[in-house]
């Protein structure tokens, strides 16, 4: 392919679509409990700090992977609703044009990749990005000896003034595809790969796949009539599909 | 060796200046505490070329510009935001910015080429030009246009005349 | 046109020009070594020492957070960017509009523009979380083999910042050439072989006057459309995101509006510094502080009209994240600080419209400080009331500034001025030739 | 001189004078390697990712026996996840059970053994003589021939590591082993006992449930199994073919599954057994068919659905409807937390039970299941021990009838109210020997502390509890290598007893469930010379199981013993004019009962329903915040008649306003530095009242009152604003739903 050609190629608004993966999750609401096995899950696989109290104080937690939470009524008619909330990995996500030094780009699996090394902590991709799921390293966290023995090889640990944010489990879909390509296989099957929170998740709440493939079951839930995206109006097309919860028991699945 | 010539008024520097370019005197140089518009009409100092150097650069830095933002985006294709590689809105901005960096910095050179700066070294020069003296300078005159120099400026009304090796 | 009187003591003579100028520059008092120590001394202490603490536990000494990732550092790199429009507008614009007036203090309103942007870029400095790779960001090769993202506002920002210092510095230098002359010629020693130095061997001959006089002309036509551009790129790292209250068309005039005028009301309290300290009363006169005053009405204005649309087009999006944006600014914790601004630069400027209060310059000094005391909250309260609320009100935060990030400000302030400080002592601070060119001409002519 | 290296010598320069900064920046930046541009997308060609091995154990955060897998990377466990074969919890895992990691590499884990030096300090000593010295203990009291003065007491243990205790029980000498979990639902055991005959809990069918009735069971948080009820829900949601589920939750406080719950029902406090025997009312005398509906009838005349709208609050038009429903859908009634955990849990059971009696769920798919006993279950010389228990023990140790109390895994300091006094009972025992992997409370009260292994580091097997409709059992292997100078509590048993001059056949704990497990694949009809074959892939699937006793539906009901129903109201204790509010203390799924207290990662994990990390709080309603003007981190004074603690106030949206709600977990005054003196322990305030029927604390039957000490504090959470303001967060018709 010509350099022309792939200039075009990036230039159309869809352009992931061609490639082998788009990887995208559905999160059905209606089975989310919001028990939270999934914020600890991402904590292990990924490395996250134990940031300790003092910095929970002034709210600089790091959860790739959290639970928010809206109330709605009053008592005693109170509603809580639960709603995952982690990196949309936006195909037209506000936060990779902020960055100046291209430390957060598109990649060709339709991720959000954020590379730390390359990360000079302007920040602006937090600040950018509406969903709020990018967080930043204040200092260089420690763990506490021998905590630090449980740490993923596979996931780097951050340093201090880097910005930090859900991969989709980059390390295990790269090892899915390491396998498939020993198998001689072209592409990850269906399933093969799954992110930590998807593989913890005590109600099969989360389903993660390939949005390319039309036979993959996330594709199948995220054509669910339920499903919408969240700030659908801020045009970042998120690769992330919810799907609502039912309220009351007359609409059947 | 160097003649100066120092004046109070402005009109007589700038008639000794004339003189001496009518006799043909080369290297004349005519110092002044500011800027003198009169001058360098006499002078024949009509638009000057830092413009040129100006334009170019600015030019250029527009074209660099662009095609610094383009040329860095193809050494490593990087899609962000679903924008397109080439975005134009985004590159005209850094165009507009490399078009006034560039302008500036040669009309900076321009400037140096134009005037003949920096020197440093051995050209004639009175102090008192600097505050509010007019110095009309003849620069290495030949023997034989010593006297004639000499002659114009001290005709023209020169409160001074000296012959200096280069002061400055 | 009524051609104002530009000295209010009488013209002074070529020479006593030249000698009021230099002695400024040459003689220095203990006063002065004083007060340069102290500077320095609140600079190393408030600024340096808590920035290199940063540097070294993380950008956490400050008081930013998940919701707030930008905070004071960046609303003073705003400020400080805004207070650098002073030196253009009065050098570049006025010196193309032929305004006499201009004369003896834009030299150091160039000043004000070339050390504002200095403390400004130290700031963005300050900011990034890893300084020591912070020239990832410039268009240079890296060992990753890998060019900045030209479709980052950020890049734009680094882009006009880079530009915008290198314009301004050449423009202050370019126009003190002739003056690092006569402070040559003045001297002797080592003063005398710096500034031969740093004259490149000026003379002052027409060829000389004549290519500066078109280069300088070219400068400011070229510097005018950079100042404008710049402060819209600063206000674009804001007005590209999509956080409610940030997320505004009318953001880039509001920003230059901005800054042109915290830049004019600084220059107003420079003027009188130079005044009170350096001996300039004859030549910083009623006309100047008359004319910046009438200015600064003008630009409040303006200001405040915009702030006025600014409120009133996120009510009409009747979107509910711009009126709950709208009611935390105007009602919410910041509020006092909100109103505070509003007051200093939306009503105090109106006493100006009394020429009693233009034309004194100790009233003038208090409203050009409030001025820029409203300024400096404004872009407080731009950066405090918005980026902690945004789109997802679970995520809903706040944001205090740090003891740290209290000091680093104050110290930006010393910084500015110890900046300033070495500038009287090296450059002349008002132009010499420029007066001189105002005062009557050395023609015969005129004597007789 | 010694050789200084570039980076060294940068910084050496740097350190002089103006080179400070630049030579720290310098430093910064040949920090290491440049690595290449995007590590993770494009590795390099010579980077190989190592190989992970997965080792398949059994969790032992809670009782819910979850099949774990562990990864393991170079001998370290690097992540635990749930077990895809195991049918409790089918490859998924909670919070807690994830947290295990924090729990075996927690720097405050006990490394060696210790003595007590009587200072209140500990020293390190060896294990030989801290063996040494329990066993000369343990043999003076067994020539003296004093067995019942000796006291095993340790938290929940199953499996066959029982049958090693029993052993060690004959050996040494020791007449009780008692098992005390704050967890254990014992009122549940007791109501199963005295109306189905079951010994073993039956199996909630939540999954194929359309209509589930929970009274107080918090079943997506802490019942029973979480996770395994969990994937229920998530199937009765959405994975049903003929309808989404239903779920209605009884309780004062909105819980994790009350605010799943389609409904949530704010009953009176200590009123959801006579809401359950309104509801069987209704069913019996509109609904109900059954040859014994006469004797129903008759037994629930005053449960009239106006007389318990009174009572708790419901109102009756609800009372009648939910009958209908509970009654025409496949449905299902469980009971739990602390409606249950008053002075008449077991009646509350009980009710409930018969609801679903009622509505015929027994035996049926969705229902409730009973599970046949898989038989190769140790039932053996153990009882689990009831807070009356408790209470009779701590009589025993204070009247010095208690020479040696061996305590392993359970903190009755920490979980039992301070009224109790067992802490000062404790004093009075000669030697406790504690055998614990943390320094708890209970464990701080020891003489001699022997540090046991980690359940990663320990051979065992489980059978969970409840099971899950057919027999399996689970091994618990070691997936990491010891990390300190501990031992597992089987070993310290067979050591001690070899010590003591008992001739042991078993060297470990590993042969000792090796050789138990070949006398079951013998009994099984299992070829002996096949066995090797058998353990190994028992081991690596972690989980083995048998479709044999399948469940045992329809028909074979048995009639509900009617005259077990009883009174149902369950006694506050506290004068309501002094003490206005109820208590209602709660487990949290991050902490359970205080256990996870120690874990950093719980810590850090905002409370599902509150956000709160690191704290405790005390939950008021809206309503009852503005009416006493307290304001989120007020802290206020709770007073029980027993007690009074002080904590920050949280105003939470779905609460009763005569209700006052606390999460236990916190307040440690030992467990290490992650949970040491942060939030308090609402159990201290429990006045320490029991049902009658099975002994068990009525932890949720207390009255208090409040006061605000105008001390306030920062409440830690991560929520903002928990409400949507009107955007397009939840779904685009949200704002239909306002």
Not at chain 3, 175 to 203: K, M
Not at chain 4, 375 to 390: I, L, V
Not at chain 4, 428 to 443: K, Y
Request: hydrophobic share 40%; charged share 20%.
């Amino acid at each position: 392919m010509s350099v022309l050609d792939t200039i075009r190629k990036y230039r159309e608004a869809g352009y992931y679509k061609e490639f082998d993966y788009h990887w995208g999750m559905t999160v059905d609401l209606d089975r989310c409990t919001g028990c939270e096995a999934c914020v600890v899950a991402c904590q292990a696989e990924n490395n996250l700090p134990i940031v300790g109290e003092s910095s929970f104080a002034q709210r600089r937690e790091i959860k790739w992977m959290r639970i928010e939470r809206y109330w709605e009524g009053e008592y005693p008619n109170a509603k809580l609703n639960f709603i995952p909330m982690f990196c949309q990995q936006c195909d037209e996500a506000p936060c990779e044009t902020a960055c100046p030094v291209f430390a957060t780009y598109h990649n060709q699996d339709g991720l959000n990749t954020q590379i730390y090394n390359r990360c000079i902590g302007t920040r602006t991709c937090a600040v950018y990005c509406p969903y709020e799921v990018r967080y930043f390293n204040w200092f260089t966290y420690t763990w506490d000896e021998p905590l630090e023995r449980q740490l993923n090889p596979d996931v780097s640990v951050r340093e201090k003034g880097v910005m930090e944010k859900c991969t989709f489990c980059i390390q295990r879909i790269r090892q899915a595809k390491d396998l498939a390509k020993d198998d001689d296989r072209r592409k990850v099957r269906d399933g093969e790969v799954t992110p930590a929170c998807a593989q913890s998740c005590p109600t099969e709440a989360l389903v993660f796949g390939d949005l390319n493939d039309p036979e993959s079951r996330v594709s199948k839930m995220a054509n669910d009539p339920r499903g919408y995206q969240v700030l659908e109006e801020q045009n970042t097309s998120p690769s992330v599909v919810y799907l609502q919860k039912v309220h009351g028991d007359e609409e059947a699945i | 060796m160097d003649i100066t010539g120092t004046f109070q008024y402005e009109e007589d520097a700038i008639s000794a200046a004339q003189g001496l370019h009518a006799a043909g005197i080369k290297n004349v140089s005519l110092m002044s505490p500011i800027p003198m518009h009169a001058a360098e009409k006499a002078l024949g100092l009509g638009k000057s070329n830092v413009r040129k150097f100006t334009l170019i650069g600015a030019i250029l830095g527009g074209l660099g510009g662009f095609s610094m933002c383009v040329a860095t985006a193809l050494v490593f294709i990087m899609p962000t935001g679903g924008r397109a590689i080439i975005a134009l809105p985004p590159y005209l901005l850094i165009t507009y910015e490399t078009t006034i960096l560039i302008g500036v910095l040669s009309t900076l050179v321009g400037f140096f080429l134009v005037a003949k700066l920096p020197a440093w070294k051995n050209r004639p020069y009175r102090v008192e030009a600097n505050v509010n003296r007019f110095v009309v300078a003849v620069e290495s005159p030949s023997s034989n246009e010593v006297k004639k120099a000499e002659q114009i400026i001290r005709g023209a009304g020169a409160l001074g005349i000296e012959q200096t090796g280069g002061t400055l | 046109m009524v051609m104002k009187k530009l000295f209010d003591h009488g013209e002074p003579s070529y020479e006593q020009v030249n000698q009021d100028v230099i002695k400024s520059l040459i003689e220095t008092g203990p006063k002065y070594w004083m007060l340069l120590a102290t500077t320095v001394g609140i600079t190393v202490v408030c600024f340096i020492v808590p920035w290199m603490y940063q540097i070294h536990m993380g950008v956490g000494v400050a008081g930013m957070n998940r919701n707030a990732v930008w905070g004071t550092y960046l609303s003073n790199f705003i400020f400080w960017i805004g207070l650098s429009h002073s030196g253009t507008l009065l050098s570049a614009v006025l010196h193309i509009t032929q305004s006499d007036w201009r004369k003896s203090i834009y030299r150091s309103a160039e000043a004000m523009t070339l050390f504002s942007l200095m403390v400004a870029a130290t700031f963005v400095m300050v900011h990034v979380g890893r300084l020591w790779f912070i020239h990832w960001s410039f268009p240079i090769p890296n060992p990753m083999g890998l060019w900045p993202n030209f479709r980052s506002p950020i890049m734009f920002d680094v882009m006009a910042i880079t530009t915008y210092l290198t314009a301004s510095s050449i423009f202050i230098y370019m126009g003190s050439v002739p003056d690092f002359a006569a402070v040559r010629d003045y001297s002797s020693g080592l003063r005398r072989r710096i500034y031969t130095v740093l004259s490149f061997g000026w003379r002052g001959t027409s060829k000389e006057w004549h290519t500066l006089g078109w280069a300088y002309t070219f400068f400011a036509v070229l510097v005018i459309p950079l100042a404008v551009s710049v402060h819209s790129i600063v206000s674009w790292d804001f007005a590209l995101s999509t956080v409610p209250g940030l997320h505004q068309t009318i953001f880039a005039p509001y920003f230059v509006c901005g800054a042109i005028y915290s830049g004019t009301a600084g220059i107003v309290t420079v003027m009188y510094c130079l005044r009170r300290f350096l001996g300039f009363e004859r030549y910083i006169g009623k006309i100047h502080v008359d004319y910046l005053g009438k200015l600064l009405i003008a630009l409040s204005m303006i200001w405040t009209y915009i702030n006025i649309m600014e409120l009133f087009t996120g009510w009409y999006s009747g979107s509910s994240a711009e009126i709950e944006f709208l009611k935390f600014r105007l009602f919410g914790f910041y509020a006092p600080m909100y109103w505070e601004m509003i007051l200093f630069c939306a009503f105090v400027p109106l006493l100006m419209l009394f020429k009693s209060v233009r034309l004194n310059w100790n009233r003038m000094l208090v409203i050009s400080i409030l001025i820029n005391i409203g300024m400096l909250s404004e872009r407080f309260i731009i950066v405090s009331t918005s980026l902690p609320r945004k789109l997802l009100p679970d995520s809903y935060g706040f944001y205090f500034p740090s003891p740290a990030e209290i000091s680093i400000t104050v110290g930006s302030f010393a910084m500015f001025a110890t900046l300033f400080l070495i500038f009287i002592k090296v450059f002349p601070a008002v132009s010499i030739y420029e007066v001189k060119e105002t005062l009557n001409p050395l023609r015969r002519a005129e004597k007789t | 001189m010694t050789s200084i290296n570039r980076r060294d010598f940068f910084k050496f320069v740097g350190a002089g004078g103006a080179g400070a900064g630049a030579g720290y920046l310098y430093a910064e930046l040949v920090k290491r390697p440049q690595e290449l541009l995007v590590p993770q997308v494009v590795p390099p060609e010579d980077y190989s990712p190592g190989l992970a091995t997965w080792y398949n154990t059994v969790c032992n955060q809670c009782s819910g026996g979850c099949g774990i897998s562990v990864r393991i990377r170079e001998g370290e466990a690097k992540k635990i996840e749930g077990n895809p074969v195991h049918p409790v919890n089918q490859g998924r895992l909670c919070a807690l059970g994830q947290s295990g990691l924090n729990a075996l590499y927690n720097p405050d884990r006990l490394k060696t053994p210790l003595r007590n030096n009587n200072e209140g300090r500990f020293q390190g000593i060896e294990w030989e003589e801290a063996i040494d010295e329990l066993a000369q203990k343990l043999n003076e009291s067994r020539a003296r021939r004093q067995s019942d003065r000796v006291q095993l007491l340790t938290g929940n243990i199953r499996g066959h590591v029982n049958g090693l205790i029993g052993h060690f029980m004959e050996w040494v000498g020791v007449a009780s082993h008692m098992q005390y979990d704050f967890t254990r639902p014992a009122n549940l055991y007791e109501a199963n006992q005295l109306t189905f005959g079951q010994s073993m809990l039956p199996y909630y069918d939540i999954r194929n449930t359309h209509y589930l009735l929970s009274f107080g069971a918090d079943y997506l948080g802490t019942w029973l199994s979480p996770v395994h009820n969990s994937l229920g829900y998530g199937h009765l949601r959405q994975g049903q073919t003929e309808k989404r589920g239903t779920c209605i939750q009884v309780e004062p406080r909105m819980s994790l599954s009350g605010a799943n719950a389609d409904e949530w029902l704010p009953a009176v406090p200590g009123s959801e057994g006579s809401l359950a025997l309104g509801i069987a009312n209704v069913i019996a005398n509109g609904h109900y068919t059954g040859a014994d509906q006469a004797e129903w009838a008759n037994a629930l005349t005053t449960y009239t659905p106006s007389n318990i709208a009174r009572l708790t609050g419901i109102s009756e038009v609800d009372i009648e409807r939910i009958a209908e429903e509970f009654f025409t859908n496949a449905s299902l009634a469980i009971a739990g937390g602390a409606a249950t955990a008053g002075t008449e849990g077991v009646a509350t059971h009980i009710a409930v039970n018969a609801l679903n009696y009622l509505a015929g769920n027994i035996g049926q798919k969705g229902g409730v299941i009973f599970n046949s006993d898989p038989g190769f279950a140790q039932t053996s010389t153990f009882e689990h021990a009831n807070y009356q228990q408790m209470i009779t023990l701590a009589e025993k140790m204070k009247n010095n009838e208690v020479d040696i109390l061996i305590l392993h895994d359970t903190n009755p300091i920490f979980s039992m109210p301070s009224s109790s006094n067992f802490q000062e009972a404790m004093e009075n025992v000669p030697l406790v020997v504690a055998l614990s992997g943390f320094m708890d409370e209970t464990t701080a009260m020891a003489d001699l502390i022997l540090p046991t292994d980690n359940y990663l580091e320990s051979w065992g097997d489980d059978v969970p509890e409840p099971a899950v409709g057919f027999s399996v059992a689970s091994i618990s292997q070691p997936v990491v290598s010891r990390l300190y100078d501990t031992r597992s509590l089987g070993d310290i048993l067979i050591d001690t007893a070899r010590m003591m001059g008992t001739e042991v056949s078993w060297d470990s704990t590993e042969a000792y469930i090796q050789d138990v497990w070949s006398r079951i694949y013998a009994q099984q009809g299992g070829d002996p010379s096949g066995f090797d074959n058998f353990w190994r892939s028992a081991l690596e699937a972690g989980v083995w199981g048998q479709e044999t006793a399948s469940t045992n539906q329809g028909s074979t009901v048995k009639p509900f013993p009617v005259n077990q129903l009883s009174d149902v109201s369950n006694k506050l204790e506290g004068d309501e004019s002094e003490y206005p509010f109820v208590l209602h203390p709660y487990l949290t799924l991050t902490f359970l009962d205080g256990r996870g207290a120690n874990l950093p990662w719980q810590q850090e994990l905002p409370d599902p329903l509150t956000s709160v990390v690191y704290n405790s709080w005390v939950e008021l309603n809206p309503g009852t915040a503005v009416e006493l003007g307290v304001k989120e981190g007020d802290v206020l004074e709770v007073t029980s008649p027993s007690g009074t603690i002080r904590a920050p106030a949280f105003i939470y949206e779905a609460i009763r306003p005569d209700v006052v709600a606390m999460p236990i977990g916190q307040g440690h005054e030992q467990y290490g530095r992650y949970a040491e003196q942060r939030g308090v322990n609402p159990i201290d305030l429990v006045v320490p009242n029991f049902d009658q029927r099975s002994g068990a604390l009525a932890w949720a039957g207390t009255r208090v009152k409040i006061l605000k000490t105008g001390e306030r504090v920062l409440l830690i959470k991560t929520d903002g604003i928990t409400r949507t303001l009107g955007r397009q967060i939840l779904g685009p018709s949200e704002a239909e739903h306002g």
